[in-house]
């Protein structure tokens, strides 16, 4: 299986600041017949389900506030929140889909917090 | 709108089965993948498998082989997932998600609280 390892593991950032939180696949997942790498990023606040922010690592979900957004290619991949307001505090997993037929692999996680 | 509603939390003794119901609304049930997720408390997030809800088509996690079955109804666009021989280590919150693309998740149920304590 693909593993997926994120850093740091938790995170501080004062509003208004730019947080990175990066996310490395143990192999690519850039399908080179299209070109694009199978990587989504997810939001998670407490009691909630995870909410889809980011895929094909760099694709905004509609309604997604364009202050979030995705980069990187093949095993190394970013998600930016270029300034931190206080209802991004959540945790933060990024999760690969190119293995075929499956399985889906997920990071384990990054507490974003306000410093 | 799109909704997946999940049933309610259960409380199992080791050794039993439990069945999570998901039904889907605000959208064709067969168009998309299913997706089963679980999180135990303060943990991260463990894909279970998927279904196809057209085919009936289903794969799963070499973890949860042999113990877990995922179907549908299409008449009521209802997918299920049923878990067996629980053991405490399986107490969690369980997710179906709508997964198109292979795996890209843009609609999650609200969890199924599962316990499982003698």
């Known amino acids: 299986d693909i593993v997926m390892t994120q850093s740091p593991d938790s995170l501080a950032v004062s509003l208004g600041e730019r947080a990175t939180i990066n996310c490395k696949s143990s192999?690519?997942?850039?399908?080179?017949?299209?070109?694009?790498?199978?990587l989504a990023w997810y939001q998670q606040k407490p009691g909630q389900p995870p909410k889809l922010l980011i895929y094909w690592a760099s694709t905004r979900e509609s309604g997604v506030p364009d202050r979030f957004s995705g980069s990187g290619s093949g095993t190394d991949f970013t998600l930016t929140i270029s300034s931190l307001q206080a209802e991004d505090v959540a945790v933060y997993y990024c999760q690969q889909y190119y293995s075929t037929p499956r399985p889906i692999t997920f990071g384990q996680g990054t507490r974003l917090e306000i410093k | 709108q799109v909704q997946l509603v999940q049933s309610g939390a259960e409380v199992k003794k080791p050794g039993a089965s439990v069945k999570v119901s998901c039904k889907a609304s605000?959208?064709?049930?067969?168009?998309?993948?299913i997706n089963w997720v679980r999180q135990a408390t303060g943990q991260g997030l463990e894909w279970m498998g998927w279904m196809n809800p057209n085919s009936g088509n289903t794969g799963y996690a070499q973890k949860f082989q042999g113990r877990v079955t995922m179907t549908r109804n299409t008449s009521i666009s209802t997918a299920y997932m049923e878990l067996s021989s629980l053991r405490s280590e399986d107490t969690a919150v369980y997710y179906c998600?709508?997964?198109?693309?292979?795996?890209?998740?843009?609609?999650w149920g609200q969890g199924t609280l599962v316990t499982v304590s003698s």
């Open positions: 192999q690519s997942v850039l399908y080179s017949s299209n070109n694009k790498n199978y």
């Open positions: 605000g959208y064709t049930f067969t168009s998309y993948d």
């Open positions: 998600a709508r997964g198109f693309s292979g795996g890209i998740n843009d609609y």
